[in-house]
Each structure stands twice: as structure tokens, then as C-alpha cells.
């Protein structure tokens, strides 16, 4: 058996890193795609030469032409504009809907067997839209979101209690905007739940709604600090978590923007929830409990997400 493919479509921030962990981690051969001439080739090259420093094996390639994706097992998407400062992710719709339906497209006409990630903002609704373009089966096409934004709550809780992020687990629930559920009943610390560590007086409530309301504003605040466009390691560390689930069909439960099909009372949009990722890709969506208040944060997330599909039919007819 040879080795796997990996195809990254857009050569950015993101689509370097990934590269790169993907070539460290040895998942496999690495494509990079752009539609910028030189740049996939020269990240290639010089990616390409990193590995005899590091001692691994894997061949990476740049490219502008979509048949070289042909055949691979994992696409990762993080072509498109991203936001600066002063913007929300929702501004970058317009602009990153038409990427999305040449990456589609491209992905149709070349690999429509690939399990496919994608990080392009406005998140749910361009994964939504990837889909549509590249009419792929929905569970091969997921969305990296409650990924990155569960790795962000975590970070800030394991900073809180002062203990490893090794025993900590969070979930973040919803769309991957402002709206984003962290469900704290659900994270927990070496698998005691963060409202019982505040009962325990370990923390004050008022420090743990600060945490929320960071983590909802995570990548904002990291765009204001960067002042030239968003986040790149952590978003790239969470796909590559992903993709590593599929390819390993590690059964690992995710939080992920999946197709909901009548789950949590949704269906028809892509949300962020807990999925499980194994060789089948989204294997199952699994349904937690929600109390009241998380019940709630959900539909505002939902209805925000279902305004943006609205905005993506209204620019693409060929959507609606
Ligand atoms: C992030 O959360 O870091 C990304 O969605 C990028 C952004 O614009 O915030």
C-alpha cells in the first residue's frame, strides 16, 4: 500500500502549517495548492527542506493545477481572505463564497473520493457551501471549528486551575462566530466538571464567564493582535487532528461543524457538534443533553448560521 495523499488548497498561513505537521506527523505525501503562481511551488521547496533537517519522509509538492489533488485521501480547505481587524468573520462571505465553488468544483472533477476539511470563514456556512459545490457525500465534508474554539477554551481553563491541558476537556457547541456555546458542564478537569471545581472554590463564577466570553472572541482577539490576518498554528493543529481521526479511523469524538440531518431538532445546515470521526468519516453525530440555557445559546447560533445560508442562496442562485 503507498503512501497517503494529503491535498491543501490554499497555500497560506494555514495551508503552510499544515503542510508542515502533516510532513512531521508523516501522514502522508503533501500537495499544496494555490492559485497564486510560485507560492505552493516555493512553500514546496522549501518545506521540502526541512525534511532532511528533521528526518522525515514525505514528498511535498506545490502547485496551480487542481489535477494534482487527483486521488487524494484528505483535502483540507483553507482557501479564501481572511478577516483583519475591525471585520467579522460574516464580512468575509461574498469574496470566499466564489473560492468555494472553484475549490468544489475542483474537488468534484478530481478527488471526489477525499475526506474533506474545511477552515475557510465564515465557517459553517462555507463548509456548507463546499459541499453543495463539490456534491460530495455530507459526510465526508466537515467543518474545523469546535476544534480549535474547544483547544481555545481549554488553554484559558488549564491556565485558570493551573494544571496540565493534558487533563483538560472542553466542548464549544454552535456556529464558529460570536455566537459559539462553551458548554461548561461539559468540560471538565481530569473529568470533574468545571461548575463543581467553582462549587469546590477553585475558581469564582465571574472568572469562568470571563473564560466564556474570551473563548467566543478568540480569534477576534488574536486577529486585532496580529493586525494582518487570523490565526494560523492552532487553526492548522485542529485540522490536522481531523484529518489524523479519518486516516487512523481513530473512532475520536470531535466537535466539528457536521451536517445535522434531524439531530438536536436541526437539519439542513452544517453546526458545530460533537461528531465522531473514523474511516467513514463522520461516522455518527452524537446527541448530548443540553439544559435550558445551552438549548437557547444553540438556536442563536443556528438562526445566525441559517442567516448566512440565506446570504450564500441570494449571491449563488445555483445554491437555493
Ligand atoms: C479563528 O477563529 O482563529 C479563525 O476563525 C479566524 C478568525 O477570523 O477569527
Not at 527542506?49 to 486521488?71: L, R, S
Not at 483540507?76 to 468573520?89: E, N
Not at 477576534?220 to 484529518?243: K, N
Request: with cysteine; charged share 20%; net charge negative.
Amino acid at each position: 500500500m503507498g503512501r497517503k495523499k494529503i491535498a491543501l488548497i490554499g497555500a497560506g498561513n494555514i495551508g503552510g502549517t499544515l503542510a508542515l505537521l502533516a510532513a512531521q506527523k508523516e501522514l502522508g505525501d503533501v500537495v499544496l495548492f494555490d492559485v497564486v503562481e510560485g507560492v505552493p511551488q516555493g512553500k514546496a521547496l522549501d518545506l521540502s527542506q526541512v525534511a532532511p533537517v528533521q528526518g522525515f519522509d514525505a514528498k511535498i509538492t506545490g502547485t496551480n493545477d487542481y489535477a494534482d489533488i487527483a486521488g487524494a485521501d484528505v483535502i483540507i480547505v483553507t482557501a479564501g481572505v481572511a478577516r483583519k481587524p475591525g471585520m467579522s468573520r460574516d464580512d468575509l462571505l461574498g469574496i470566499n463564497l466564489k473560492v468555494m465553488k472553484a475549490v468544489g468544483e475542483g474537488i468534484k472533477a478530481n478527488a471526489p473520493d477525499a475526506f474533506v476539511i474545511c477552515i475557510t470563514n465564515p465557517l459553517d456556512a462555507m463548509v456548507w457551501a463546499l459541499r453543495e459545490f463539490s456534491g460530495l457525500p455530507h459526510n465526508k465534508v466537515v467543518g474545523m471549528a469546535g476544534v480549535l474554539d474547544s483547544a481555545r477554551f481549554s488553554h484559558f481553563i488549564a491556565d485558570e486551575f493551573d494544571v496540565s491541558v493534558k487533563d483538560v476537556n472542553t466542548f464549544v457547541l454552535g456556529g464558529h462566530g460570536d455566537t459559539m456555546v462553551p458548554v461548561t458542564r461539559y468540560s471538565t478537569v481530569n473529568g470533574i466538571p468545571v461548575p463543581d471545581l467553582v462549587k469546590m472554590g477553585l475558581s469564582s463564577q465571574e472568572k469562568i464567564d470571563a473564560i466564556v466570553k474570551r473563548t467566543r472572541g478568540g480569534g477576534g482577539e488574536i486577529v486585532a493582535l496580529l493586525g494582518t490576518g487570523s490565526a494560523f498554528y492552532a487553526p492548522a493543529a485542529s485540522g490536522i487532528a481531523m484529518a489524523e481521526a479519518y486516516l487512523g479511523d481513530q473512532k475520536r469524538i470531535l466537535p466539528c461543524a457536521a451536517y445535522v440531518d434531524g439531530q438536536y431538532g436541526l437539519d439542513g445546515l452544517y453546526v458545530g457538534v460533537p461528531v465522531l470521526i473514523g474511516a467513514g468519516g463522520v461516522e455518527k453525530i452524537v446527541e448530548i443533553a443540553l439544559d435550558d440555557e445551552d438549548k437557547a445559546g444553540l438556536q442563536v447560533s443556528v438562526d445566525a448560521v441559517k442567516e448566512l445560508l440565506d446570504a450564500c442562496k441570494a449571491l449563488d442562485p445555483s445554491l437555493a
